[in-house]
């Protein structure tokens, strides 16, 4: 949920600002993110100024605590972008998103988001000019006339021992080099190799530790310890690549006294291998710092800052960043390039294209940047067709100079087009439109000209139809709506509404059809048997006919209720007929068990959610004339209870409780046995719920509690507390006004 500015601390303007940039089109992610404000606010607490940075971060910087600046339209008009918010008092703040930070470097995208357990292996494929070395494990196997491997590990020395033959001195060769030593001594012992008869080959298994130092300009300089087979570029992987100035283009490797240049983007932008492939014990890689490093954005491949060698210039970064693509401008780049003062300022370069050619160049120095605009340019020499024609779309407008050649272009019509009305729009430069109207089955068509980029549409016959509808009710599978056709019988819709039910009324419809001049509803009757001679089964529809289908009076569906609990036979019995009493029913049930309590059975009622209905069911079988024996219909239910021996006190008493039920005895004699009232139990409306679900609250005057039964005393308000020392100065006040009455008479009498 957005937060208000006015509830924003310094905190979340940190964050919403990161938010935004992280999603802009420079690829800078959040972590950068925060690692450039953590630091600023970091060297800002400790020194109580501003940190030193580069230009552009500390652009970023004050934009994400201070506020945004005005950003330089020169550069970067294009990455302007307003975020708008409203705060609680409904005053609209605007955010202006200047121009993204610095990306990170190519390179350093590569060597900082990967997972060092990938390079961790002590094992793997290794080239023929593998060096050995202490530690590594070779497999010399032997097959022909003998048959023999050996697993074998060189020692400290770099030997390894070989039974009949003893050491064998094999560091510092390669695994073709290790073949001929061990060819050459194990012909001593097996004749057969030099007979060519039997064969020897040499291949690397585990490979042995190395002790690696990256120095220099690269994120984690220090000693690493690797694998035999590992390579420069697995090495860079585990110091993270290059710092924010380190080289990947000039890097040296040092080993046994000579050094060897390397060039990483040959490996990482050309897919070419290094020399030498793989590290050796002692190696020492050296990354200086790089010689220019510049940044390309705009519409280009790959945005981001490139290393760039002496001599280098705009050609390459453009062939680096993955070159232009297809929208890019046609006309000049802009460059800006900070100056020897310490100023920048903008220089115009020709196109991009020209630098790619060859047919212009320029070299590029430290810090320059190089910004490729997008074309703005849009589409002019086009028509577009919409509608009912075979293939709609966008059509060259060259030689197109009427609506029925664009129909030609695009096809032909279709069956279901509407020739009377046809539609151009054109759009007007300033940004407004025009509506011309045409007709395909006259000459108007041809008489006002296309241009380009008009929208010419057509409208179907078919978005135009609303269809009519017939209506059936009643005694049929489906009942609703179905949809007019002309030649529609009564026959057809009573097969579309799914058959008739078994319990239609033989030989009876109702076909009610309006006469919509004299405002009235015609009522035809008709027969639908299925006999062929009888004529109300080709009766012809019209258009919003309503047909009932009349249900058998006769007929009577089955009702369904539920005798359950201490009855003879227990279940699911159907009323015999409608208004089946319930006396009626428990009697088709066998009556009940010994111990059933049919003084507290209970009856349900589902229909209309009526839940359950206090019925006295004992004078329901009894009287079976009472009104007590009531109907019954489908779903209700009765259930008999076991004997119960209780009856429960609930509510404002002393202790909630049930106690054992007493013939005869009174409300009042359960409720003093619960502890009787509290001070605020409302005496007058206490209330009994008999066994059966009958209720009464007048349960302390007539009927007396059965087996079963609820009292459930109410709770009243909070009775006021008595306020003594009003009462007593009450008192003393009236007996005082008393003696002064007194002693006036007495003097009075005197």
């Given at each position: 949920m957005p937060m208000h500015s006015h509830s924003l601390t310094l905190e979340d303007k940190v964050s919403q600002a990161r938010r935004v940039q992280a999603e802009s089109q420079s690829g800078v992610d959040a972590a950068t993110m925060d690692s450039l404000v953590n630091e600023h606010r970091k060297e800002t607490k400790t020194t109580g100024r501003k940190s030193k940075s580069s230009p552009g971060e500390e652009l970023i910087l004050d934009s994400l605590l201070t506020g945004p600046k005005r950003p330089d339209p020169a550069w970067n008009a294009e990455a302007q972008a307003e975020t708008t918010w409203v705060d609680s008092a409904g005053r609209v703040h605007t955010m202006v998103k200047n121009r993204p930070p610095q990306p990170k470097r190519y390179e350093q995208r590569i060597f900082r988001n990967v997972d060092r357990s990938v390079f961790a292996s002590a094992s793997g494929a290794a080239g023929r000019d593998y060096v050995l070395g202490q530690g590594d494990e070779i497999t010399v196997s032997i097959w022909g006339d003998k048959e023999k491997e050996y697993n074998l590990v060189l020692n400290r020395e770099g030997k390894v021992f070989l039974e009949g033959i003893g050491q064998v001195l094999l560091a510092g060769q390669n695994l073709d080099q290790a073949k001929a030593s061990l060819n050459q001594r194990l012909a001593k012992v097996y004749s057969g190799i030099s007979r060519g008869s039997t064969h020897l080959d040499v291949s690397l298994g585990k490979t042995g530790p190395i002790r690696v130092f990256l120095l220099g300009e690269v994120k984690e300089p220090g000693g690493y310890v690797f694998t035999g087979h590992s390579s420069v570029l697995s090495a860079m992987y585990f110091a993270k690549g290059p710092t924010d100035i380190g080289t990947v283009r000039n890097l040296v490797l040092t080993r046994s006294g000579t050094k060897y240049p390397l060039d990483l983007y040959q490996y990482l932008l050309k897919g070419e291998s290094l020399s030498p492939h793989s590290l050796q014990d002692g190696d020492i890689i050296f990354a200086g710092r790089a010689d220019a490093l510049v940044e390309i954005r705009g519409d280009v491949g790959r945005s981001a800052v490139y290393e760039l060698k002496k001599g280098e210039g705009v050609k390459e970064i453009l062939e680096f960043a993955g070159g232009i693509n297809a929208t890019a401008a046609t006309h000049k780049m802009t460059l800006q390039r900070i100056f020897p003062d310490?100023?920048?300022?903008?220089?115009?370069?020709?196109?991009?294209?020209?630098?790619?050619?060859?047919?212009?160049?320029?070299?590029?120095?430290?810090?320059?940047?190089?910004?490729?605009?997008?074309?703005?340019?849009?589409?002019?020499?086009?028509?577009?067709?919409?509608?009912?024609?075979?293939?709609?779309?966008?059509?060259?407008?060259?030689?197109?100079?009427?609506?029925?050649?664009?129909?030609?272009?695009?096809?032909?019509?279709?069956?279901?087009?509407?020739?009377?009305?046809?539609?151009?729009?054109?759009?007007?430069?300033?940004?407004?439109?025009?509506?011309?109207?045409?007709?395909?089955?006259?000459?108007?068509?041809?008489?006002?000209?296309?241009?380009?980029?008009?929208?010419?549409?057509?409208?179907?016959?078919?978005?135009?139809?609303?269809p009519d509808s017939v209506e059936i009710a009643g005694a049929v599978f489906n009942p609703g709506k179905y949809e007019f056709r002309t030649g529609m019988t009564l026959k057809d819709l009573v097969m579309q509404a799914g058959g008739l039910l078994p319990h239609h009324e033989n030989g009876k419809a109702v076909v009610f059809r309006g006469t919509p001049r004299e405002h009235t509803v015609e009522q035809i009757s008709l027969d639908v048997e299925e006999n062929p001679a009888v004529p109300g089964i080709g009766f012809r529809l019209n258009p919003n006919d309503f047909v009932q289908i009349p249900i058998d009076p006769k007929w009577y569906k089955k009702e369904i209720v539920s005798l359950e609990g201490l009855f003879i036979h227990p279940g699911k019995y159907s009323l015999l007929y409608p208004g089946e009493k319930m006396s009626s029913v428990m009697s088709r049930a066998g009556g009940f068990k010994q111990n059933a309590y049919v003084e507290g059975g209970r009856f349900f009622r589902v229909k209309d959610s009526v839940g359950r209905?206090?019925?006295?069911?004992?004078?329901?079988?009894?009287?079976?004339?009472?009104?007590?024996?009531?109907?019954?219909?489908?779903?209700?239910?009765?259930?008999?209870?076991?004997?119960?021996?209780?009856?429960?006190?609930?509510?404002?008493?002393?202790?909630?409780t049930s106690l054992l039920f007493q013939d005869g005895a009174s409300v009042q004699y359960y409720i003093e046995r619960a502890g009787g009232f509290t001070r605020r139990s409302e005496k007058n409306r206490v209330v009994v719920q008999y066994a059966n679900g009958e209720t009464s609250r007048d349960g302390y005057f007539n009927r007396k509690p059965d087996a079963g039964s609820i009292i459930y005393i109410p709770q009243g308000p909070e009775p006021k507390p008595v306020d003594w020392i009003s009462g007593i100065n009450a008192l003393l006040g009236t007996l005082g006004v008393a003696a002064a009455v007194i002693l006036s008479i007495q003097a009075v009498s005197k």
């Open positions: 310490g100023k920048f300022d903008y220089i115009d370069l020709a196109s991009p294209r020209d630098y790619l050619s060859g047919a212009a160049k320029m070299a590029l120095q430290d810090g320059d940047r190089i910004m490729v605009e997008k074309s703005s340019e849009t589409a002019a020499n086009f028509l577009t067709i919409s509608g009912p024609v075979k293939y709609p779309g966008a059509y060259e407008a060259t030689g197109v100079t009427s609506v029925s050649q664009l129909v030609a272009k695009a096809g032909g019509l279709r069956e279901d087009a509407f020739l009377s009305r046809v539609h151009v729009v054109r759009f007007n430069p300033e940004g407004s439109s025009s509506l011309f109207a045409y007709s395909l089955d006259n000459t108007l068509s041809d008489s006002i000209a296309l241009i380009p980029r008009d929208y010419v549409i057509l409208y179907s016959l078919k978005d135009m139809y609303i209905v206090g019925v006295d069911l004992a004078k329901a079988i009894d009287r079976p004339k009472s009104k007590a024996n009531i109907p019954m219909v489908g779903g209700d239910s009765i259930y008999i209870p076991d004997r119960l021996n209780t009856v429960k006190v609930i509510g404002e008493v002393g202790f909630e």
